[in-house]
Structures are given as structure tokens and as C-alpha cells.
């Protein structure tokens, strides 16, 4: 009896989860190479640059938060890496008198950058009490001026090989940026559930107010949010440079969107303090291998944009939907 | 007409792992009050909110002057008869009183096929009806200008004008002081002789007796049974409600012996003219200092005050001998003092997280292992402590804190604050809300923190309690303290001679 419920509800809390594996089950079933080695590596590699964006986002999103600045940040920090990384004798040198920077310094120089905005952010939240959906828009639109500025709105292009190395090269098979997705998620991991900030944090999206009173420093607790989530933008944007091999100002548009759809359909809930990494790794995956299938089965790029607003709406609306049923 | 007005019979609901309800019945006969009486978590809202069709029920049914109705939503509900004054009030404050009156069914003129909000008639209508439960305010005012009492009138008058059939009070006398509850107590008898039935959910067995006529009793989430109020007394209530005897409702005090001065406060002013001001007084180890007086005292605000909540213009707070400097919560911890807020939903349990992160939550900096890292095992070893020794009735610390009663919840607040170790424990209205049961136990609680030398500060609107559990108390009226009286020496009279000593 119980068991049959529990199933039931199970459906109707993964609903979307399911559909989208029905999905990638389907296209995996009527087309060729979809489930061959080399699809899955490229959609983990895909899924890598994502899912660190999500990560991201889902520190924001806890504490009844948002980012609407990280498809930009994603952006700035390509750019950045691009504008420093590339190969000497390329004709559109950026800074044609560049020598080599070591690839961590540079990496550390785009991490350094977005923190700064991330701090900006988060100051604007905590101190300003401007609410995040407005205060990470003004930011966005700052950021894409700033790359803009920065890089002259020039396509970057001509990078060095160590540098795409990143994105193309593998250990024993498995993609770096698959290891470093890894690595990092399992950090984040840690940090959400035995850190003092992790427990803050979701004791900020449970109720601010009571959190405030038992002591928790709300407003530290989300600059720092606010900044991780910027630094891992600034990773994001450095690895899909690298595997790009190329970047523009456009690079990382929307993203946030698909971050905080994804986080969504992971069970991170948009009410505040509930969500967790795994989740939000499964919401990743759900939603590359959606875009993945459509691609496989033809469907237009026009049309795929329709559908994934479409699962957006429909994530959202299911987890809302599980806190109402709840009362 | 049929015997009965509103008659439930055989209601059961369940939810996944729990029977909340199991075959109760209620009749209410027209004309009378009917009071619902049971522990918290005995099931009464659960019942009130399968009447109005919150809940589906599983089984059950519900007749209306002897005829069978299904009801589906609130609104459906109100169109039938049925209106209900919530514990925990609902209003938009940002908009007029009389909006508020007539929200979801606002007066309309139509000007051909354009509908407009007829204010005036809104207006007066409203005041009309305020007017008519003797509680004459300017319907055009805010909402959220009024005090929580001024607010459930508002609600009263509001379904007096829909001519409810049956008028549900839960727990309507929570934070009203005597002189409204005699004032409610005023309308509902004004009710119940134009034949309105009224149920009524309270835990205050003096107010039972002075306005109910029926008594129907729950316990867990069974019927106990229903009888005439004269025919019960009050010890064969509790009784039946607990299911156990409870011969004493305040554990036996012992009297502190120390002199040693814990908190002190000198002359402290609000930053607002009209909230506390020129506040001084003296907490002593292992002493319970009561804290008295009607609602808008300003008790709540000068806790909160202390406590870094609120601002304070000039004065001086003294911990142990030494003057500390309190801007936020934060500061008021690390100074060793902890506070138990009145509004446990708005700013007590974090809802959605467990009772093992809400019992944590304000002390995780003393479970640092390296760095910012937790140390997990250490952290469960103090839940599991503090969720035994405060016997909180819960299936695991894992569960939501939400899930829990407000007894329950209650104590996992204290639990919070119980492993936070602070030598002064703020507590505004500790027993709001909770059942007879739960209530002995935070009292004793207090009383065992005392005996270890703690100090603790309660603000209670319930004059008994006060009385019962306080070693000394202050009064405060109007931003001032008023007078002090001993715990022996304290009766109704003079706390409330002093509570309404106003210039």
C-alpha cells in the first residue's frame, strides 16, 4: 500500500527527469551513435563547463537568491583567457607584444575578475537589501559592457596548445574537464553539507529572518556565495574557452537561465534552502542529453530553443507545484 | 429547523504515515458556542481545515442545518456559511481595512461593460459592520496600522457582514489583552443571539467556561467525546485532553539564592519616541524575572532591543559587570545571550531544514574540526542529547521541523538555545500556542536552567503563568516600567493595576 504511493509520488516529483530520460532512451534506441563513446565524452564535456555553472547558481538559488550575471561572467572570463592565451605568431594577436603567461596565472587573473564582480553582487544583496533578480540584472548588462570595452568586441581566436589542451585532453579515456567537473562538484559537495557556510547557507533560504537571530552572519554568508558562484563562472568561461578554441563577447549568453532551469529540475527549489549538488549534477545531465537527443533526431535549432523554454516552464511549475501539495 | 447547525460526522484523514484524523465527530447547535478542545497536535486544525475544504477529507460527513454538503474550497465555504478567524491571520497589510473586509468580493458599479470598485459603498458598508461589532475604526486606514487584536475584529466584522451561519475562532484570545478579550467575548455573545453558532479552539479552560456552551474534546486525532460545559469541570478536561492526570499546572519554584547581578540595564531609550524608554532593571543568576503588562507594552521591543534586534538611542547593558555592545544577534550571542522570539514562524524554525541543523544552527561555531569543516559526529551527538533530554516527540532528528507541533517545535527552539549555553535566555511568550502537556515541560525546563545558576527573562501575556513560574516581575505600560512585584507577593490586581498605570 505504502510502497504503491511512494511510487506514485516518486513519478510525480522526477516527472520531468523521467520524460527527458524517455527522451534520450528513444533517440538512443532510433539513432545510430548516439550511445557510442564518443557522444557520451563529448556531452560530458559539454555537461562539465555547465554543471560548474550550476554549481554556481545553486548557492544563489538556496538562499532564495539568483544570478543573472553569470552567462556574462562566462563570457568575460573567455574573453580574458583569450586575450592572454594565445599563440605568438597568430596575425589577430590581441596583445601583440604578450609574451607567454603561465596558463594557472591566467586562470587566477579571469577567477580574480569575477570575484570582484561576485563581490559587488553580493554587497549589493546583503548591504543594499537591492533583491538579487535586480541586482545581478544591472549586473549583467555592466559585464557585458565592461567585455565589450575590454576586448573591442573582437572574435578571439589563434590560441596557444596547451591552452585548448585543456578542453581535448584525456586521462586513462576520461576528459580533463570531466576530472576538474568532478573535482570541483565534490568540493562543493563538501562544502554544502559539512561546513559551517553550508549550513548557514541553507538556514539563510530557510528563513532569513530566524537565521539572522540565531546568530548566522547573513550578510558575510551570501557575499560569499556570491562570490564563489562568480569564481566558478570564471572556470567555466576559462574551459569553454579552451574548447571553443575561440571566444566572443556573445559567449555564455543565457547560460544563467539553463543554470537555474537545470538546478530546478535537480530539485533545487527556487522557494530557498533546499537543494543539493547531486541534484543539481543530475540537472545538468538531464538537460545536455535533452539537447544532445534533439540534435540527433534533427530537430532544428530554431525549434529546439521552443522546447527547452518549454521544460524550463514545466520544471518549474512541477517543483512549485510539490511545495503546494505539501501544506 | 434541524437540531444541529453544522453537523461532522465520522471525519477521517490521513497523511502518508500518519491517521490525523480518525472518525471524529462535532455537532454544534445553532445558537451556542461549541468549544474544540485538545492538546496541540490533537488534530483540531487539521478538522477545521477538512471543513472548509483545505483538506479533502478520506471519509466522512459534513450536514448544514441538517442538509448534506460537500465543500470544496475556503471561498465555497464562506458562500455556504462558513467563516473562519485563522490563529495565524492572514491580511494584506498594505491595503485599507475595508479592502481587506471586502477582498474577493468587492462592492461594483458598472459603467456599461466596464466594472469599477465602488469605494464609497465600500467604505461605508465596512464601517457599518465595524461599527456594528463595537469596534468603530476608519475603514480607509491601513490594515497594518492596527495591533494584532484590532486585526481579528476586523476579521470578525468581516463575517459578520457575509451573515455566517458559523463563525470559527481558533484560538482568538492568543495575544489580546483582557480588556479585548472582553471586548470579543462581547461580540460573541452578541452572535450567538442572533443565532450564529461559534466554534471555539482555545486552550484557556477561564474563557471556556465563560463563553462555551458545548465542549467537544480530541486527543491524537480521536473523538474523546462532547459535553455540556456545565456538566464537565475543568480537572475532567484536562484529563480527557492529556489522557493522563496533571495535578499541577506550574512545577514547584525554588527560590534562587543568589545575589550575583547577571544582566543589568540602565536607563536604555528606543530610538522611537513612543516605544520603551528610560528602561532599568537587574537580572540575577538563577533567577526567572517575569516580564508583564497588556499587548503594546513595548516588552517584546526592549527584549529585542537587548537582544540586537531593534535600535537603541542611549543607554547601557551590563553582562556580568561589564558593559557590552549589542548592534546585532550575533554581538548578543557571543555576550552569552540567547532569545526565544514571540513569532516562532517568522523569525524562530527554519522550516524546511531539519531538527538537527535547527537545533545547531546558532552554535556550529563551537563544532569547528579544521578550518571552516564541521565536526558531523560531535553535532549529532548534541542533537540526540538535547532532542531526549527536552523529550521532544519526533520520529527522527532528521525530520522537518516543520512537520512537528508547536509544542514540539518550541522545544527544539529551546534545544537551539540549550546548546548555544548562554547565561541569560530571553524567552518572549515561551507557551503561546502549546498544549497543557508541552507547557509543564518548558516550564520545568526554566526551572532546571535557573537552578544551574542561568538567568532567564520571560514575557508572558498570560497572567497565571506569570505569576506561577517568576521569581520577581516587572511591569511595563505604555514604554515604562511600572512597578515591580515579588513572585509571592504577585496577584492579577496589582500586575494589572500596574499594567494600566498609564500617566
Known amino acids: ?327 | 429547523m434541524a437540531e444541529y447547525r453544522l453537523e461532522m460526522k465520522g471525519v477521517s484523514k490521513s497523511f502518508p504515515g500518519v491517521k490525523a484524523l480518525d472518525k471524529i465527530h462535532l455537532k454544534v447547535r445553532p445558537g451556542t458556542v461549541h468549544a474544540l478542545m485538545g492538546e496541540n497536535g490533537a488534530g483540531k486544525s487539521t478538522l477545521m481545515k477538512c471543513l472548509f475544504g483545505i483538506y479533502k477529507m478520506d471519509e466522512g460527513e459534513i450536514y448544514l442545518d441538517g442538509e448534506k454538503m460537500s465543500i470544496l474550497n475556503p471561498d465555497d465555504a464562506l458562500h455556504k456559511g462558513l467563516a473562519m478567524v485563522h490563529q495565524e491571520l492572514q491580511p494584506i497589510p498594505d491595503r485599507t481595512i475595508a479592502e481587506n473586509m471586502y477582498l474577493g468580493r468587492y462592492p461594483l458599479i458598472s459603467y456599461g461593460p466596464i466594472k469599477v470598485i465602488n469605494h464609497k459603498k465600500m467604505n461605508e458598508e465596512a464601517a457599518k459592520w465595524l461599527e456594528n461589532v463595537r469596534m468603530p475604526y476608519d475603514p480607509k486606514a491601513k490594515l497594518g496600522s492596527l495591533s494584532i487584536a484590532q486585526m481579528q475584529s476586523v476579521e470578525i466584522a468581516k463575517a459578520v457582514s457575509m451573515s455566517a451561519k458559523v463563525v470559527i475562532l481558533d484560538e482568538p484570545t492568543s495575544s489580546l489583552t483582557d480588556n479585548e478579550v472582553e471586548a470579543l467575548f462581547r461580540i460573541v455573545r452578541d452572535l450567538k443571539s442572533r443565532g450564529v453558532s461559534l466554534i471555539y479552539i482555545s486552550h484557556k479552560m477561564a474563557e471556556i467556561r465563560e463563553i462555551a456552551d458545548d465542549i467537544t474534546i480530541m486527543r491524537d486525532g480521536t473523538y474523546v467525546g462532547t459535553w455540556e460545559v456545565k456538566d464537565i469541570s475543568d480537572d475532567e478536561i484536562v484529563r480527557q485532553m492529556v489522557g493522563r492526570e496533571l495535578t499541577n499546572v506550574y512545577p514547584p519554584k525554588e527560590l534562587s539564592n543568589s545575589d550575583e547581578v547577571l544582566l543589568e540595564v540602565k536607563d536604555l531609550c528606543s530610538i522611537f519616541d513612543r516605544s520603551f524608554q528610560h528602561v532599568s532593571f537587574k537580572l540575577k543568576r538563577g533567577e526567572i524575572l517575569g516580564f508583564g503588562g497588556l499587548v503594546g507594552a513595548q516588552r517584546t521591543e526592549l527584549m529585542e532591543a537587548i537582544f540586537g534586534m531593534r535600535h537603541v538611542k542611549s543607554g547601557e547593558v551590563i553582562m556580568n559587570g561589564k558593559p557590552i555592545h549589542v548592534t546585532r544577534p550575533r554581538d548578543a550571542i557571543r555576550d552569552g545571550i540567547g532569545m526565544i522570539t514571540e513569532d516562532r514562524r517568522g523569525t524562530g524554525i527554519l522550516g524546511c531544514l531539519s531538527i538537527a541543523d535547527n537545533v545547531s544552527i546558532s552554535s556550529l561555531n563551537n563544532y569547528l574540526k579544521v578550518g571552516p569543516m564541521l565536526d558531523v559526529g560531535k553535532i549529532e551527538n548534541l542533537v540526540k542529547d538535547n532532542v531526549a533530554k527536552l523529550s521532544i516527540k519526533t520520529p527522527s532528528s532528521k525530520t522537518l521541523i516543520q512537520s512537528l507541533s508547536g509544542g514540539n517545535q518550541q522545544k527544539v527552539i529551546i534545544a537551539r538555545w540549550l546548546a548555544n549555553n548562554p547565561d541569560v535566555l530571553i524567552m518572549d511568550e515561551p507557551t503561546r500556542g502549546i498544549d497543557v502537556g508541552a507547557k509543564y515541560e518548558i516550564y520545568q525546563i526554566m526551572i532546571s536552567l535557573a537552578k544551574q545558576g542561568k538567568g532567564i527573562i520571560m514575557i508572558s501575556s498570560e497572567m497565571p503563568e506569570l505569576i506561577g513560574v517568576s521569581h520577581r516581575i516587572e511591569v511595563m505600560c505604555d514604554g515604562k516600567i511600572t512597578g515591580e512585584v515579588s513572585g509571592e507577593e504577585a496577584t492579577q490586581e496589582n500586575i494589572m493595576g500596574l499594567a494600566t498605570k498609564f500617566n
Open chain 1, 1 to 327: 500500500m505504502t510502497k504503491k504511493v511512494d511510487i506514485k509520488k516518486l513519478i510525480a516529483d522526477n516527472g520531468i527527469i523521467i520524460v527527458l530520460l524517455l527522451l534520450v532512451l528513444v533517440t538512443g534506441l532510433t539513432r545510430d551513435n548516439f550511445f557510442s563513446l564518443n557522444n557520451l565524452s563529448n556531452i560530458s564535456v559539454n555537461t562539465a563547463a555547465r554543471v560548474i555553472i550550476a554549481f554556481g547558481v545553486s548557492g544563489c538559488l538556496i538562499t532564495k537568491g539568483t544570478d543573472l550575471s553569470a552567462g556574462r561572467q562566462v563570457g568575460l572570463s573567455a574573453c580574458i583567457a583569450g586575450t592572454l592565451l594565445q599563440t605568438a605568431d597568430y596575425s589577430g594577436k590581441f596583445f601583440p607584444n604578450l609574451g607567454d603567461v603561465p596558463i594557472p596565472l591566467v586562470l587566477l587573473i579571469c577567477i580574480g575578475v569575477c570575484c570582484i564582480f561576485g563581490l559587488i553582487n553580493g554587497i549589493v544583496i546583503s548591504y543594499l537589501n537591492v533583491p538579487a533578480f535586480i541586482g545581478t540584472l544591472g549586473m549583467q548588462l555592466m559585464v557585458y559592457g565592461i567585455c565589450l570595452v575590454y576586448s573591442k568586441a573582437t572574435p578571439l581566436g589563434g590560441y596557444r596548445r596547451d591552452y585548448t589542451g585543456i578542453a581535448t585532453g584525456k586521462f586513462l579515456g576520461i576528459p580533463y574537464m570531466f576530472i576538474i567537473a568532478f573535482v570541483i562538484g565534490l568540493i562543493m559537495w563538501f562544502v554544502y553539507n559539512y561546513t559551517r557556510h553550508g549550513k548557514y547557507m541553507y538556514a539563510i533560504g530557510g528563513n532569513e529572518a530566524a537565521a539572522e537571530v540565531s546568530g548566522v552572519n547573513v550578510k558575510k554568508t551570501k557575499i560569499i556565495i556570491y562570490m564563489t558562484a562568480a569564481g566558478l563562472y570564471a572556470i567555466a568561461g576559462f574551459l569553454l574557452g579552451a574548447k571553443s578554441g575561440g571566444a566572443s563577447v556573445n559567449m555564455g549568453l543565457s547560460y544563467e537561465l539553463e543554470a537555474i532551469a537545470a538546478c530546478t529540475i535537480g530539485g533545487v527549489s527556487v522557494n530557498g534552502g533546499i537543494g543539493r549538488i547531486s541534484g543539481v549534477v543530475i540537472g545538468v545531465l538531464v538537460f545536455e542529453l535533452l539537447k544532445s537527443s534533439m540534435q540527433f533526431l534533427g530537430i532544428p535549432t530554431d525549434y529546439q530553443y521552443i522546447v527547452q523554454g518549454f521544460v524550463i516552464i514545466v520544471a518549474i511549475a512541477l517543483d512549485i507545484r510539490k511545495y503546494i501539495a505539501k501544506k
